[in-house]
């Protein structure tokens, strides 16, 4: 492939992929959409500098306009989490949770987390085989922590607080990462956060999945609840740029959380995004509440249509969720590997997912029992509780039904007509800048 040819082609196949999701279910629950000027932001000049260490003592100059601008995402952030320091420069949530890692633990120390069979994250996770062969999650692998579980309830779907503590006091962690990539109802924030202090240990909650729940005030308040920090990506129910956060209400940690960041941690930043994590902050300043609220009704919806239409929807006796996912128990249907292509294939884009008793049935990450679908970015294209219905119907017809995939892939594309705009932000350019005055450099 010439040059030329390859230039084209990469243009030719980002117009393919607006295609394809303009006219599809996107149903992955740790994405989202963002607003135009969202967008706009992540195109300026800010992409292209430098801006390393904090505002006010950088190491680059230049840095007049991109200061200013960070220090409004911090306010904004502070503002939005009602939370007293907030450390915008982590480039994503993996980083944010080294930042937490670095700030807390040193190499060799126990931190405890969820198990990823269990809705832990892989940035979670231990060091897998022999000491210096860097394969695992990055905590036990790149951090050499070493890594204890939390006890779950499987039948819950939540933490098991009993045990945990039991393992607390057994263990004696340095740190304790709550929250998860699987998160269906609130973590018990505060039993652990007061069984943490009486052995000095530090609790951090992941928000990376339920940011923007949290923002809205329509999930849990982790550090209200007892969390000394929280770390998160601004990416997923926050609907962001792909970027990360540290959060907290102590001083203290704070001022080792900025030193982790830079010079530990970072050199670049990623200004454009912190641009444009300003301009989300600010439109769920806005629209937040209404935007959580509606998600979290329309993951029940699903949830109880999904159900209703014949499907083994895991949590039914706690209500199914409380956050923007939703599970599917697709073991006796050929598993979350072939669920997830029959849907792909009918333009509804979901991944598998291991389920809590999912080792326990033979099944492992490479072909999951399970799927998780989140309703984060259909919210923000204007679906409601009814619309869901229709939602799960789609998914019906293809794992039910059995019906032909690109069948049902062309009633999605109909169906898609009825959504082409993103909701939860200012309506016209006029009305964006009437708060948010970018300007791009002509
Ligand atoms: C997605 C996720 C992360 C990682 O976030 P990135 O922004 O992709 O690096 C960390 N923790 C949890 C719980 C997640 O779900």
Redesign the pocket.
Known sequence: MNPKEAYEKVFYLIEEHHRWFSSSLPLIA?ENITSCAVKEALISDFGHRYAEGWVGERVYAGTRYMDEVESIAMELAKHLYRVKFADVRPI????A?LVIYTTFTSPGDVMMALPITKGG?I?MGPLLGQKGNFIGGTAGAVRGLDVKYLAYRDEELNIDVDKTIERMEKYRPKLIML???VILFPHPVKEISDAAKSLGAVVNY?A??VAGLIAGGKFQDPLGEGADTMSM?TH?TLPGP?H?MVLTNDDEKFERIKKASFPGLLSNHHLNAVAALAVTLAEMLMFGREYASQVVKNAKSFAEALHDEGFNVPGEKKGFTRSHQVLLDVHEMGGGMKAEKLLEEANIIVNRNLLPWDVRRGRSFLDPGGIRMGVAEVTRLGMKEEDMKEVAKFVRMVLLDKEDPRTVAKKVVEFRKNFTRVRYVFETSDEAYKYIRLRMPS
């Open positions: 740790s994503s949530g993996v980083v949770n994250h940035s929250g998860g990539s992941d990376a999945h990506s997923k792909q990360g």
